[in-house]
């Protein structure tokens, strides 16, 4: 599937029936042939957003992967740049694609570094492996881990439109998780209806954080004006 190099189904099969750890474990070797690897577009029109809110000096990437975002965090700080994950595998290939950033393996809800150690933190499409219930304890670490002003940072495409190609497409993979899951252990959480701008929105606020929202201009505007992809920012005052 996805081409010569990316995964077959069978593959895909066996990673889906595995705990999100070990499923990455086993995709880590043809992550980056598949979509799921965030695109160029992506951490383009992101260090682009971020560019003018800065200088930062020390980042982190949340749930680095393969270290797709890794680049982006070394084009805007002037520091060291890290990047952390829970799978073993995904931080072989980032530590192969970025031999230059620390790298660490370790859970985004129990980040092992020191009260105010970075400026900026991003994060690239992970948001959809943690529960809403997760959220306190995900963006309490990160809190926790910037200094005084230091942001964190995510892009957010908007919902689809109701009743769209899109949107029932995202339906059936999300129901189809939750019935993998009722009858299937151990769990692989990926639940991306869930997380809404105003679910994510509210909890940054409860940890702390001032939020703000930046349109993307290369992902243009949806027929009532609105973006099709902000940048979401929250910052530690």
Request: glycine content about 12%; hydrophobic content about 40%.
């Amino acid at each position: 599937m996805h081409g010569p190099q990316g995964p077959t189904l069978g593959e895909l099969a066996v990673q889906a029936l595995s705990s999100v750890e070990r499923g990455y474990d086993l995709l880590a070797p043809s992550f980056d042939s598949t979509p799921f690897r965030t695109s160029e577009r992506f951490l383009r029109a992101t260090r682009d957003g971020l560019a003018p809110l800065g200088p930062f000096r020390d980042g982190l990437d949340l749930c680095c992967g393969t270290g797709a975002g890794l680049d982006v965090l070394a084009g805007l700080c002037r520091g060291g740049v890290t990047g952390v994950d829970v799978s073993t595998g995904m931080l072989e290939r980032a530590r192969d694609a970025a031999p230059w950033a620390r790298l660490v393996r370790a859970d985004a809800r129990r980040l092992p570094f020191a009260p105010g150690s970075f400026d900026l933190l991003v994060t690239f499409g992970a948001l959809g492996h943690f529960l809403p219930r997760d959220l306190p304890a995900l963006f309490g670490q990160a809190h926790a881990v910037l200094r005084p002003g230091g942001r964190l940072a995510f892009p957010l495409p908007g919902p689809p439109r109701p009743g769209s190609r899109q949107a029932l497409e995202l339906l059936a993979f999300d129901t189809a998780m939750r019935i993998r899951n009722a009858v299937w252990r151990p769990r692989f959480v990926m639940y991306y209806r869930a997380l809404t701008f105003g679910v994510l929105r509210d909890a940054l606020v409860r940890a702390g954080f001032a939020v703000e929202t930046y349109a993307m201009p290369e992902f243009g505007r949806r027929d009532d004006g609105s973006p099709r992809c902000r940048l979401v920012v929250g910052t530690r005052p």
